[in-house]
């Protein structure tokens, strides 16, 4: 079947760097997404990955290893508005989007 | 960003029912979605919109019908609802539902609670 894994909760500083890791296993692989949740609005877009590799944008970061069905985002110099569920979804060969349960990040100040 | 808007924003229904939830999206995509995300679980891909025609029913029960009359515009009809519907549905939409940098622009949703 396909799967995405990710944390359900981490917990970081202001100002620190926080790591969210996203495993995948899906039929077919045509790329990797990740949104930012705030409760109560909408998941907007963050990034996309579709190579292996790193893709900076400002703060945020996202990383990708085909090889490893495995995906990262890093953000940086934290922020108390980074507080938030992102979510990590992978497409399929269909060109279908498989959702994980999406991390809720907790910025403590 | 008000590229994808929803209404109502929260919802409170009984189980004999009908009400219907509408979506509009202003970015002239031709793809449209409905999803449903319950508490700590994924999104659940409920039905894809493709140029107004129907390409994805992920079987869904029949209490949950949709009509999309064009490209901008999509309803969610809600019928003699469970309480395990209750949940957050959120409608995105995508240039045309293809393609391999397609990316999903979300409206905020309608917070759902099935009495």
């Known amino acids: 079947g396909q799967n995405i894994d990710q944390p359900t909760e981490m917990t970081a500083t202001e100002g620190a760097i926080v790591q969210i890791n996203c495993t995948y296993q899906?039929?077919?692989?045509?790329?990797l997404f990740w949104y930012q949740q705030h409760a109560g609005e909408a998941p907007t877009f963050l990034s996309y990955?579709?190579l292996d590799g790193l893709e900076e944008k400002g703060r945020f970061s996202s990383f990708l290893s085909r090889s490893k069905g495995y995906s990262y985002l890093l953000l940086k110099e934290l922020q108390m508005k980074d507080s938030a569920s992102y979510l990590c979804a992978a497409r399929d060969s269909n060109y279908q989007l498989i959702w994980g349960a999406g991390t809720k990040l907790i910025i403590k100040p | 960003e008000t590229g994808v808007t929803q209404t109502p924003r929260h919802l409170v229904m009984g189980m004999t029912n009908k009400k219907s939830l509408k979506c509009e999206q202003h970015?002239?995509?031709?793809?449209m979605y409905w999803y449903k995300q319950s508490a700590k679980k994924p999104l659940e891909l409920m039905f894809v919109?493709?140029?107004?025609?129907?390409?994805e029913n992920n079987s869904v029960p029949s209490r949950f019908s949709p009509e999309c009359p064009n490209s901008s515009h999509l309803f969610l009809h809600l019928h003699t609802l469970q309480p395990e519907d209750s949940a957050l549905y959120l409608c995105?939409?995508?240039?045309?539902?293809?393609?391999?940098?397609?990316?999903?622009?979300f409206g905020p949703g309608t917070r759902l609670l099935v009495l």
């Open positions: 995105a939409s995508s240039q045309d539902g293809g393609g391999n940098q397609e990316t999903q622009y």
């Open positions: 919109y493709n140029f107004k025609e129907q390409t």
């Open positions: 970015l002239g995509h031709n793809a």
């Open positions: 990955n579709v």
């Open positions: 899906t039929s077919g692989f045509n790329g």
